[in-house]
């Protein structure tokens, strides 16, 4: 059973932390993605990475930074957070091009910046 | 960029009517189309995905159409049950590079009324 794993399913920080979301994926694929989830926008996209130490900025990227040192991990990272970060985020991987199978997605870390 | 346009937003229909969700994309070189269901609690999940040099796609009760001319594309779902409630998202994906790029309508709650 093919698994995207994301480190937390709920997470509560303070205004100005440092934050670190972890994706992990077990099916060997060369493409992840973070995107945020929130009512009303649908899923938009932050980051992605199509190879190891790759990354492209996706739609939202201000605020955001991401690190992908091995081919199954992806990090999204919050420098200093803020209000407007709280939000549902998503983890989704993928093989090149998508595939046949397009993205598999984790189960989200719902976010709350106080 | 593409730009992806999804209605209702939110779907009632009483068990075993149908439901059609309607999209509509800007860019008309975007050449597949995924629609994705989430369940509450869990990331979404590709249900059926269509690819520009096809008309219709049909797998069980879900179908997709894909009118390229008018660049609008509808999910059809028959005969529908309670597990069918959830909110269902559609995509517009272009080739840029090497890569997809996918662009999510803003999704519609479904409700199935047993």
């Known amino acids: 059973d093919v698994k995207v794993t994301q480190s937390s399913r709920y997470l509560v920080k303070r205004t100005g932390e440092k934050v670190f979301l972890e994706c992990v994926q077990d099916m060997d694929h060369e493409n992840m993605f973070w995107y945020r989830q929130d009512p009303g926008l649908g899923l938009r996209l932050i980051y992605f990475s199509y190879d190891v130490k790759m990354k492209e900025k996706g739609d939202i990227p201000e605020g955001y930074s991401v690190s992908r040192e091995k081919k199954e991990r992806f990090s999204l990272i919050l420098e200093s957070a803020s209000t407007n970060q709280t939000s549902m985020y998503l983890c989704a991987s993928s093989l090149p091009l998508l595939g046949r199978d397009g993205q598999f997605f984790g189960p989200g870390t719902r976010l709350t910046v106080l | 960029g593409e730009n992806v346009e999804q209605h209702p937003s939110t779907l009632s229909v009483q068990e075993g009517d149908s439901a059609v969700i309607k999209c509509t994309y800007s860019?008309?070189?975007?050449?597949?189309f995924p629609w994705y269901k989430q369940e509450l609690g869990k990331g979404p999940q590709l249900i059926i995905d269509i690819r520009s040099n096809v008309g219709e796609k049909k797998d069980q009760r879900i179908a997709v159409t894909l009118n390229k001319t008018a660049k609008h594309f509808s999910l059809h779902i028959t005969e529908t049950q309670p597990e069918d409630s959830a909110v269902y998202f559609c995509a517009a994906s272009i080739r840029s590079g090497g890569y997809q790029k996918v662009t999510f309508g803003i999704g519609t709650k479904l409700q199935v009324i047993p």
């Open positions: 860019d008309s070189a975007s050449n597949y």
